[in-house]
């Protein structure tokens, strides 16, 4: 049985930093996808950052701000967040698939078979 839970949210102010934690049990993704939505109250679920085999895509909105990196170890995938603002305000979903693909195919939430719980994240200004 795959389980995915997620950690490490919280409130922080306009300008700090969180880091999340995805914990995959059950299997591997190394040759999948990995990765992060995020789900804002009355709006649709949004594509963050995946890892898809050896490639990384993240959504403009975080390019240079939010990192992805893996503990293969561990099989847990973290997502780093610097200067964050207050529209990152949302819960934050790990997700998993079993195939590597295109960006197009990444940032689509029928890509991904396994969810996790979700995390809240609160950005205050």
């Known amino acids: 049985q795959v389980q995915l839970v997620e950690s490490g949210g919280g409130l922080v102010q306009a300008g700090g930093s969180l880091r999340l934690s995805c914990a995959a049990s059950g299997r591997t993704f190394s040759n999948g996808v990995m990765g992060w939505f995020r789900q804002a109250p009355g709006k649709e679920r949004e594509f963050v950052v995946a890892?898809?085999?050896?490639?990384?895509f993240y959504a403009d909105s975080v390019k240079g701000r939010f990192t992805i990196s893996r503990d293969a170890a561990k099989n847990t995938e973290y997502l780093q967040m610097n200067s964050l603002e207050p529209e990152d305000t949302a819960v934050y979903y790990c997700?998993?698939?079993?195939?590597?693909?295109?960006?197009?195919?990444?940032?689509?939430?029928?890509?991904?078979?396994?969810w996790g719980q979700g995390t809240q994240v609160t950005v205050s200004s």
């Open positions: 890892r898809s085999g050896v490639n990384i």
């Open positions: 997700a998993a698939g079993p195939d590597s693909g295109t960006y197009y195919q990444a940032r689509h939430t029928e890509s991904y078979d396994y």
